[in-house]
């Protein structure tokens, strides 16, 4: 009986001996999978920052182009507002000239028609009090 007790107890230690090292086996077999996987993603990471690096730079250099377009554009549409100013000055400055000779004109036209209408309301004064000392 002690013989059964020692061979039973002798082959559950070898049988758990056998999953200890299976169990260490898979182990080890999933940290190597492990330090593969990590591998891997540091690899993917290096790229990904690459290409993160290579698409700023791609964005810098379109961002500085669209701001180099601007300014030109800017600069375009200064100098032809700028000429626009210019010659809206000179048809206001023209236009001005114009309409202030026009009301000298005028003044003068309205000066005479008034000095006339004076000298003909003198006259008429001078009549009506000549009729009146004549009477």
């Known amino acids: 009986m002690v013989e059964k007790f020692f061979l039973n107890t002798r082959a559950e230690r070898l049988e758990i001996e056998r999953k200890i090292v299976n169990k260490e086996a898979e182990a080890q077999?999933?940290?190597q999978n492990h330090k593969r996987e990590i591998k891997y993603f540091r690899q993917k990471i290096k790229h990904m920052e690459f290409d993160q690096e290579e698409s700023n730079m791609e964005i810098a250099d379109?961002?500085?182009k669209a701001k180099s377009k601007?300014?030109?554009d800017y600069?375009?549409?200064?100098?032809?507002?700028t000429n626009l100013k210019k010659h809206q000055k000179t048809d206001i400055r023209d236009t001005e000239?114009?309409?202030i000779s026009e009301i000298?004109?005028?003044k003068k036209e309205l000066e005479a028609v008034?000095?006339?209408l004076q000298d003909m309301l003198n006259d008429r004064i001078y009549k009506l009090i000549r009729g009146y000392e004549d009477n």
């Open 29 to 31: 077999s999933f940290e």
């Open 97 to 99: 000239i114009k309409q």
């Open 114 to 116: 008034k000095k006339d």
């Open 62 to 64: 379109l961002g500085e």
């Open 70 to 72: 601007e300014d030109e």
């Open 75 to 81: 600069r375009i549409r200064k100098v032809r507002m």
């Open 104 to 106: 000298k004109k005028s």
